[in-house]
């Protein structure tokens, strides 16, 4: 399965049934991140939770210029100063709060977004 193929995560074959469970709210300091990985074998969905103030988002990871990660495995994603998601390839930087390109190569682009919700202190996913 590409890259491209996993923007389109509802159809990825380890695609999360609704109610999910990410991780926990907590577990997402201040503005802060982390990549749930859901699936195994050669092409497991990959996903960003990232936390802004008392909310949670999640998105692909995979970022819509060369459909590549974000980064790997137990790389930071995120700036330095916890302002952006950014892609380690070519530096597109990314809005926490909708995934949109600010800068980069794929300006005006948008990570795929993940619906989640949080119930009970955990972030979970919230399929339409
Ligand atoms: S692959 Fe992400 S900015 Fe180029």
């Known amino acids: 399965m590409s890259w491209e193929d996993q923007m389109r995560w509802h159809e990825h074959p380890a ?3 609704d109610g999910t469970v990410l991780c926990r709210f907590d577990e997402l300091s201040g503005d802060d991140g982390r990549e749930v990985v859901i699936g195994a074998g050669d092409a497991p969905l990959r996903l960003l939770v990232v ?3 008392d909310q949670a988002f999640a998105y692909v990871n995979c970022c819509p210029h060369h459909y590549i ?3 790997e495995e137990g790389e930071t994603f995120l700036t ?3 302002s952006w998601m950014i892609c380690s390839a070519h530096g597109a930087v990314f809005r926490y709060e909708d995934g949109f390109c600010e800068d980069g190569p794929c ?3 948008s990570l795929q977004a993940v619906p989640v919700e949080q119930v009970d202190g955990v972030v979970r996913i919230k399929r339409p």
């Open 51 to 53: 936390r802004r103030g």
């Open 80 to 82: 330095y100063d916890r």
């Open 69 to 71: 990660p974000l980064a």
């Open 107 to 109: 300006m005006g682009k």
């Open 15 to 17: 695609a999360p049934v």
